[in-house]
């Protein structure tokens, strides 16, 4: 008689499953976002990112403690200044609120990764990432802010850093102005296929970066495209990026795995806040149950082809790796 196939041969029980298991998710995938504000005794709360906080710099050593306790190598920071102009002068200042984080962070653990977003949305008056002339963010004046943020990050002693503007050859201007400076070993991580999401709302309040006219589809790109995420992470790495991104990380997993099957690059993918958000809020009315929820997500992920993953769930994910 003919014989039935039965892969649940396969699934027959945990030790089987784990040892053929295609795609593993590790805590050493995971960067973690972290906020920082002026002022002295901060731990607040981020409403729009529920046990997500904005910290002022003198209450980091308990955070970045727990951290490495989990086992996150890495963080990602963002700064809110407290003046902002029109140019973003606060970003690149050798005293803004990021550059004393960076030097605070590495007093506290000199090995965890340090990565720092380079943008100026959160630093300008009008909220967008470049220099406004005639209502329009222009490309090219854009280039040189956008590279003094990354020199002066590198100076504060970031690993790594991470543009996510979207004004085309910041890339070059970034790797040109660190190389000049003697910060060759700095890496870059290039936000390459940022999209122009909705999926971006609560970071926005978190970040207070919402600009106060027009949007960002003139810079950040239309969701609708896959072909030109390939050519712009094409430039990217022709520029120098060392790490390429796709943002927003869930709805786009098409966009991951087309840039694997690509590029032998290292790929990060940003959970955004959008994504998190929906999670807590149908995780309190009790509609889906959380860890499998986020596991099954950040999973699909690094199936898909990402090696980095930047997720505001990246404390309980470490906690509940740590179950499995």
Not at 207 to 223: C, E, I, L, N, V
Request: glycine share 6%.
């Amino acid at each position: 008689m003919d014989l039935i196939s039965r892969p649940r041969r396969l699934r027959t029980n945990k030790a089987i499953r784990s040892l053929v298991r295609e795609t593993v998710l590790h805590v050493d995938d995971l960067i973690y976002p972290l906020f920082v504000v002026e002022g002295e005794g901060i731990k607040e709360e981020i409403e729009s990112l529920e046990n997500n906080y904005h910290f002022s710099i003198d209450m980091l050593k308990d955070e970045i403690k727990e951290i490495v306790s989990l086992g996150i190598k890495g963080v990602i920071l963002f700064g809110l200044p407290t003046k902002k102009d029109p140019y973003g002068s606060e970003a690149y200042s050798d005293d803004g609120i990021v550059q004393r984080a960076i030097r605070e962070i590495k007093k506290i653990n000199k090995d965890i990764l340090v990565i720092t977003d380079v943008c100026m949305c959160q630093y300008t008056d009008h909220g967008h990432c470049g220099i406004i002339q005639n209502d329009y963010v222009q490309n090219d004046m854009t280039l040189e802010y956008i590279a003094k943020i990354a020199l002066s990050h590198a100076k504060a002693g970031a690993d790594m850093v991470a543009p996510s503007d979207m004004m085309d050859g910041r890339i070059r201007a970034i790797r040109e102005e660190l190389d000049h400076n003697g910060f060759e070993e700095v890496s870059i991580m290039a936000y390459s296929a940022k999209y122009a999401s909705a999926f971006y709302g609560p970071f926005r309040a978190a970040a207070h970066s919402t600009p106060s006219f027009g949007d960002r589809k003139t810079y950040q790109m239309d969701p609708a495209n896959t072909d030109e995420a390939i050519r712009e992470v094409e430039l990217d790495i022709e520029e120098g990026a060392d790490i390429v991104m796709v943002k927003p990380a869930l709805s786009y997993l098409d966009v991951v795995r087309r840039v694997k099957e690509k590029f032998y690059v290292p790929i990060a993918a940003y959970n955004v806040s959008g994504e998190y958000a929906m999670v807590k809020a149908a995780s309190e009315r009790g509609w889906i149950d959380e860890k499998g929820i986020v596991l099954e997500k950040l999973l699909s992920m690094k199936r898909a082809g990402a090696g980095i993953i930047i997720t505001y769930h990246a404390k309980d994910a470490a906690r509940w790796l740590r179950e499995e």
